[in-house]
C-alpha cells in the first residue's frame, strides 16, 4: 500500500485562503507511481452521502473542477509526483468539509487507490 497524509486545513474567513497538501508518507512498494491524483470532501452534516470529487489531475493530463469550485481551486502536484496540492482561493462556508486526497496508483502490475485520513476545512466569519 501506499500512505497518504494530509495537512494545511483549517479555519478561515470568507474570501480567504487555505492550502492543502498531501504527501506519500509510507510504501510497501519499492516503484510505484501515482498517476491520478483527487482531492473529495464532505460535508459534516452529509456523513452518510458519498463524498464529493472537488478536483482530479492525471499525469500527462490537464485538471478538471467541480463546477462549485471552478476558477478558485487549483490541484497540483510536486515535480516528483508524491505530493499534490489544493489551492483554494476565495473560500465560502459552503466549502466547509472535511477534504480527502485520493491518489490512484500502479505498480505496473496491480493498480489500487490510496486516501489521505483526511483534514477539516472550516469557512466562517
Known amino acids: 500500500q501506499v500512505q497518504l497524509v494530509e495537512s494545511g486545513g483549517g479555519l478561515a474567513q470568507p474570501g480567504g485562503s487555505l492550502r492543502l497538501s498531501c504527501t506519500v508518507s509510507d510504501s510497501t512498494f519499492n516503484s510505484y507511481h501515482i498517476y491520478t491524483w483527487s482531492w473529495y470532501r464532505q460535508a459534516p452534516e452529509t456523513p452518510g452521502k458519498e463524498r464529493d470529487l472537488?478536483?482530479?489531475?492525471?499525469?500527462?493530463?490537464?485538471?478538471e473542477y467541480a463546477d462549485s469550485v471552478q476558477g478558485r481551486f487549483t490541484i497540483s502536484r510536486d515535480n516528483a509526483g508524491n505530493t499534490a496540492y489544493l489551492q483554494m482561493n476565495s473560500l465560502k462556508p459552503e466549502d466547509s468539509a472535511v477534504y480527502y486526497c485520493?491518489?490512484?496508483?500502479?505498480?505496473?502490475?496491480?493498480?489500487?487507490?490510496?486516501w489521505g485520513q483526511g483534514t477539516q476545512v472550516t469557512v466562517s466569519s
Open positions: 472537488v478536483a482530479t489531475l492525471t499525469t500527462g493530463g490537464g485538471a
Open positions: 485520493k491518489a490512484d496508483v500502479t505498480t505496473g502490475w496491480v493498480n489500487f487507490a490510496s
